[in-house]
């Protein structure tokens, strides 16, 4: 029998659990109410595997979602068994080749981390601070409107 506690034990910043960690939250931020956070969390990580060697830029790809219905192109990322795209900088055109296309036949492998794990993983390898949900800040600023009672009536 599978012991549950296992599904969340802590795992460590190894190149798989960090790539694993990116797709399981890219994943999630796609159809998430409020998905800014997660990609931040994304795109610092890769920038960070990046810096470190453990990522790589292997070409652009036209992008699948473009802003405006204009041709757009993302940087394609590998790390370790999985890839990525992020938006390019100027000097990716210039550095990196064009793949073309996006070949859909193309899909990472399966994920074993929850998005618990993957949150706190990348939380504690980029440095960076989950910010307040956007829900609970809504609900902090609303203030229910007081009708007070005019003295004299107009009727």
Do not use: W
């Not at 997660?38 to 652009?60: M, N, S």
């Not at 399966?110 to 504690?124: C, D, E, N, R, V």
């Amino acid at each position: 029998m599978r012991n549950d506690h296992s599904r969340y034990a802590p795992v460590g910043p190894t190149i798989d659990n960090l790539s694993q960690a990116i797709y399981i939250v890219n994943r999630h931020a796609k159809t998430a109410p409020n998905p800014k956070f997660l990609y931040q969390l994304k795109h610092d990580a890769i920038k960070k595997l990046l810096r470190e060697g453990k990522a790589k830029k292997v070409g652009l790809h036209f992008s699948q979602n473009p802003k405006l219905s204009q041709q757009q192109s993302d940087v394609l990322i590998v790390c370790g068994n999985y890839s990525f795209h992020i938006p390019p900088a100027k000097t990716d055109f210039e550095d990196l080749p064009h793949l073309g296309k996006l070949d859909n036949a193309v899909r990472n492998p399966k994920a074993s981390l929850s998005l618990t794990q993957a949150k706190k993983l990348l939380i504690s390898y980029t440095g960076l601070t989950d910010t307040p949900n956007q829900q609970e800040k809504r609900k902090a600023n609303y203030q229910k409107p007081v009708f007070k009672k005019l003295g004299e009536s107009y009727f």
